[in-house]
């Protein structure tokens, strides 16, 4: 199976990652697994090699307490550029008619706006985990257009590791294997636990520990030279 990020560097990572949570390898990958074969038998299966190139800048959106202020600004500055919506993101760019490129999503968050995205032309990027089995049963296959799934175990047919964690560093490593070198951050509060209105909030003492992660991973790949910023 493909390994997009470097694979004895993201098991390293990932065994940092369950140092600080509890994350089951097993869990992730039976996850996976069932994903693996919903995409299979879904009519808008996408490869990688489908997947469109991101040669120069990308906005990614995540879902912090700046959003709404942040999509004026890319409305404002940087429309030109391709968006990458990390889950409830997608509602308030959708709102302010920014038509995202890719909306990546562990089904966290409200599928309506997720699915709305795709029928507009958006491709999905699905994430397994071993907390949203359930979820990817009821939910992929009544998702419209194109699909793809990303795991951060051993990948499976059209399900893909592309690297990170949450939804936002996640998007951030799917930029840079599309080959964008330069990642414009918008809605990212990396300090403060936050939810958006429609996503199924939990513990934000885990939720801080899951920001904690995302830095770390943001970290590594400035390290591997994607100019990371934030908008401005």
């Known amino acids: 199976m493909?390994?997009?990020?470097?694979?004895?560097?993201?098991?390293?990572?990932?065994?940092?990652?369950?140092?600080?949570?509890?994350?089951?390898?097993?869990?992730?990958?039976?996850?996976?697994?069932?994903?693996?074969?919903?995409?299979?038998a879904h009519k808008g299966k996408t490869t990688l090699e489908q997947l469109p190139r991101l040669m120069g800048s990308?906005?990614?959106?995540?879902?912090?307490?700046?959003?709404?202020?942040?999509?004026?600004?890319?409305?404002?500055?940087?429309?030109?550029l391709p968006v990458i919506a990390a889950d409830g993101s997608t509602r308030y760019l959708l709102e302010e008619g920014v038509q995202p490129l890719i909306v990546v999503t562990d089904l966290d968050g409200d599928v309506r706006y997720i699915n709305a995205a795709a029928q507009r032309g958006s491709i999905?990027?699905?994430?397994?985990?071993g907390d949203n089995v359930e979820r990817l049963r009821a939910v992929?296959?009544?998702?419209?257009?194109?699909?793809?799934?990303s795991t951060q175990v051993e990948p499976?047919?059209?399900?893909?590791n592309f690297g990170g964690f949450t939804d936002g560093d996640r998007s951030v490593f799917l930029a840079r294997a599309l080959g964008s070198s330069?990642?414009?951050?918008?809605?990212?509060?990396l300090d403060t636990p936050h939810y958006c209105p429609s996503d199924i909030v939990k513990d934000l003492g885990v939720k801080k520990l899951k920001l904690e992660?995302?830095?770390?991973?943001?970290?590594?790949?400035?390290?591997?030279?994607v100019r990371v910023e934030f908008i401005q």
């Open 2 to 40: 493909t390994w997009v990020v470097d694979r004895s560097e993201w098991t390293v990572l990932y065994s940092v990652i369950k140092s600080k949570l509890p994350l089951s390898f097993d869990r992730d990958q039976y996850a996976t697994d069932v994903l693996s074969g919903l995409i299979s």
């Open 124 to 129: 999905v990027v699905v994430h397994a985990h």
């Open 58 to 80: 990308v906005v990614v959106f995540g879902c912090g307490k700046n959003l709404e202020k942040d999509v004026r600004l890319y409305i404002e500055k940087y429309s030109h």
């Open 213 to 225: 992660v995302a830095r770390m991973l943001l970290k590594y790949l400035e390290g591997k030279g």
């Open 182 to 189: 330069r990642v414009i951050l918008a809605g990212f509060d």
């Open 156 to 160: 499976r047919p059209f399900v893909y």
């Open 140 to 149: 992929v296959p009544r998702l419209d257009g194109m699909l793809i799934g």
